[in-house]
């Protein structure tokens, strides 16, 4: 008690100032203890400013990142499924999920590549790390994952990756309709074919408007048959390896309504998987070649297919009939060059005879006979000569002479000197064979009511008679033999042509084409296969005949009945091959 009392008695001898008599001391104190509390008053509000702006920035970082996941999800909206015209299925979406990495957020990109790499097959280790440093708010690592590899990935416990839900396309049936259905990127768009084609109908602007996110879709039904156009597809694909050929291809058309029942171009791809790489990582561009689609996206001159043409042209313009003669006995010399028949008769030719035995002579005079205008009218009315009109994007427009001369109209009466797409020639060749009426073609369901209400009367339906007369007398006495099948009635008429390689003709390499129609006494198809440089073919010839032929005949054969042709056997010269449509 009493040392207690020496201390404060002590301290309030310090705390007096023996100059003023002020008590000074304890005031001192207050100000200092005031300077401590501001002082900690500072340290705390830079560290909650630190705190907060800290938390901003992350809150920042969480906009840009939602802000990048919401601007995919619009680009990862449902498809509509493709059917083809039984139900059967061509395209579906497949729920998958996809890795993104929040790279300000990864604490050890080193550490999180050795794990990733132990997961995901083929890691490019230098692509990822860059985008796990580049100091981001989201990158893309891996698109479309499978589930075992999800649940890896999240076992690895690796802080700043997640996953999101994406859609993926599927073609159950692979490259058999690849030129047809089209294929998608990895953000699911369209990229050709009718995968392209409804996105410019309107899909692209659902989905930027978000409203095909999750949503059912109405499936869409194509006119193809799945096991016409598998068949179509496995016999050009072996023409192409049998007959060592740069290409091949076939379509079958409905002469009435317009509908392409199937369509094929080889090389083709697999649109589950448009693009390869190589061992070295770049990619095969051998294996994207099979994306050109022959049949519409190509044109070609169509050799003595184009006769058909030619031959209607004089019936309808009534310059000729079915009992007019030719003289074929000799070449024709005009404007410098010689027109002159491959195995010629050296004779008088009836129009039959001209039609079976090919004649460049007899095609060329009933083309002077009408007159250049005349010739150039008629093969635009047919469209062969214009941009065809259907679904399917990247149409190649056909290719003429600038100025019609009498040499040009001579040469393209016989396939030379003009070029068209097949797809085109086929729709063309519907006309002649239907009654007259030009039906412009298509990959949608189409009703015969429908396609009539769009058609245009191009022949005389006498002129239709004439040239199903013309077709079947060529499918039994020439060289549409090469394409007959028993039972199926097969009209049809070969062409072969030099191919052109540079702007010049090649003497030795062919372009070979065979249009057909069955049955003949009512035709209710049109099929047309070429064979593009074959370095052989049947018995080893290497014209349409031994070629282009065959695969007709393989296709009717094999599809006929699935078409619902009724097979009917009976003399050749039955007369209801000459009844009228």
């Given at each position: ?14 705390a ?10 304890s ?27 800290r ?6 970082d ?14 990862m909206?449902?498809?509509p ?7 059967l ?75 999101r ?69 496995d ?12 290409a ?124 250049i ?23 190649a ?13 001579a ?76 039972g ?38 049109v ?32 599809s006929?009945?699935?078409l619902g ?8 010269d ?8």
């Amino acid at each position: 008690m009493i040392s207690f009392v020496i201390r404060l008695r002590s301290r309030a001898h310090f705390a007096v100032q023996s100059k003023n008599g002020a008590f000074v001391g304890s005031g001192r104190r207050r100000q200092d203890a005031r300077q401590r509390i501001g002082i900690l008053i500072a340290i705390f509000a830079v560290a909650f400013l630190a705190v907060g702006g800290r938390l901003i920035q992350y809150g920042l970082d969480d906009v840009t990142a939602t802000a990048s996941l919401r601007s995919d999800l619009s680009a990862m909206a449902s498809r509509p499924d493709i059917l083809d015209r039984n139900g059967l299925m061509l395209a579906t979406d497949l729920n998958m999920v996809s890795l993104y990495a929040e790279p300000r957020r990864i604490v050890d990109p080193d550490e999180a590549i050795e794990k990733l790499a132990t997961v995901i097959p083929n890691l490019d280790w230098n692509e990822t790390n860059r985008r796990l440093r580049s100091g981001s708010a989201f990158q893309w690592l891996r698109r479309h994952l499978t589930p075992r590899q999800q649940a890896d990935i999240m076992a690895l416990g690796i802080p700043g990756l997640g996953f999101r839900p994406e859609k993926r396309r599927f073609y159950p049936g692979g490259a058999i309709a690849s030129h047809i259905v089209g294929h998608v990127n990895i953000d699911n768009m369209g990229l050709a074919g009718m995968e392209r084609y409804l996105d410019q109908q309107g899909l692209i602007a659902l989905r930027e408007a978000g409203l095909t996110s999750g949503m059912a879709l109405e499936p869409v039904r194509l006119s193809i048959d799945l096991r016409v156009q598998a068949i179509v597809r496995d016999v050009v694909a072996k023409a192409m390896t049998d007959y060592k050929a740069e290409a091949a291809g076939a379509v079958v058309l409905d002469v009435a309504t317009g509908e392409v029942l199937a369509m094929a171009s080889v090389p083709d791809y697999d649109p589950n998987e448009p693009s390869r790489q190589l061992p070295d990582g770049s990619v095969d561009k051998e294996y994207e070649k099979g994306w050109f689609n022959r049949m519409s996206n190509a044109t070609f001159e169509m050799g003595s297919t184009f006769k058909a043409f030619t031959l209607a042209m004089g019936l309808d313009a009534g310059s000729i009939n079915l009992n007019s003669v030719i003289d074929a006995s000799s070449p024709i010399r005009m404007g410098g060059f010689t027109i002159k028949d491959f195995r010629g008769k050296r004779r008088p030719l009836s129009i039959p005879e001209v039609f079976q035995y090919s004649s460049n002579i007899g095609t060329a005079t009933i083309a002077d006979m009408v007159g250049i205008e005349g010739h150039q009218a008629f093969l635009t009315k047919l469209g062969l000569l214009t941009k065809m009109d259907t679904e399917m994007p990247g149409v190649a427009t056909p290719t003429q002479p600038r100025t019609w001369r009498k040499i040009n109209s001579a040469t393209i009466s016989y396939g030379h000197g003009a070029a068209t797409t097949p797809l085109q020639t086929a729709v063309a060749a519907a006309a002649l064979l239907n009654g007259g009426s030009l039906v412009s073609p298509t990959f949608m369901p189409r009703s015969l009511e429908e396609a009539s209400g769009g058609a245009v009367q191009v022949l005389a339906e006498k002129t239709s008679a004439d040239m199903r007369y013309l077709f079947t007398w060529n499918g039994l006495n020439g060289s549409g033999r090469s394409a007959q099948v028993p039972g199926f009635r097969v009209g049809g008429k070969t062409g072969t042509a030099d191919k052109v390689i540079n702007g010049r003709y090649a003497t030795n390499i062919n372009f070979n084409a065979f249009l057909a129609g069955f049955p003949m006494d009512k035709p209710r198809y049109v099929v047309l296969s070429i064979v593009d440089a074959p370095l052989t073919g049947e018995n080893g010839g290497r014209l349409a005949a031994y070629t282009a032929g065959p695969v007709v005949r393989e296709i009717i054969r094999r599809s006929g009945a699935m078409l619902g042709v009724q097979p009917r056997f009976g003399t050749e010269d039955d007369p209801q091959l000459l009844v009228d449509y």
